[in-house]
């Protein structure tokens, strides 16, 4: 049984910064891309930010770049997404994803696995 339990959400005013954990158990974690997508309400799930099995690539949307960093510890099986300058518009809920190859991932067809997620909120 896979599970991706996020961590690290909360309420944030803008500008500031929010560092979201991903643990993950079930699987070998470092041979798997991983992935970080996020729903606002009313809206479809999109794509944030992936990272492949050994770290070495990453992917992000344009909307986060410069502003988001993804990264993995294999040696604790977890996957972060440290976000600076947060927008209002960055809140959502967040949602870790394990991909189902090792590399970087971009669309849910992607993901093999979800975590409940973490809501963030930033206020203006």
């Known amino acids: 049984q896979v599970q991706l339990v996020e961590s690290g959400g909360g309420l944030v005013m803008a500008g500031g910064s929010l560092r979201l954990s991903c643990a993950a158990s079930?699987?070998?974690?470092?041979?798997?891309?991983m992935g970080w997508f996020r729903q606002a309400p009313g809206l479809e799930r999109e794509f944030v930010a992936a990272?492949?099995?050994?770290?070495?690539?990453?992917s992000y949307a344009d909307s986060v770049k410069g502003r988001f960093t993804i990264s993995r510890d294999n040696a604790k099986n977890t996957v972060f997404l440290q976000m600076n300058s947060l927008k209002p518009e960055d809140t959502a809920v967040y949602y870790c994803?394990?991909?189902?190859?090792?590399?970087?991932?971009?669309?849910?067809?992607?993901?093999?696995?979800w975590g409940q997620g973490t809501q963030v909120t930033v206020s203006s």
């Open positions: 990272i492949s099995w050994s770290g070495g690539t990453t």
């Open positions: 079930g699987r070998t974690f470092s041979t798997y891309g």
């Open positions: 994803a394990s991909g189902r190859s090792t590399g970087v991932f971009s669309t849910g067809r992607g993901a093999g696995y």
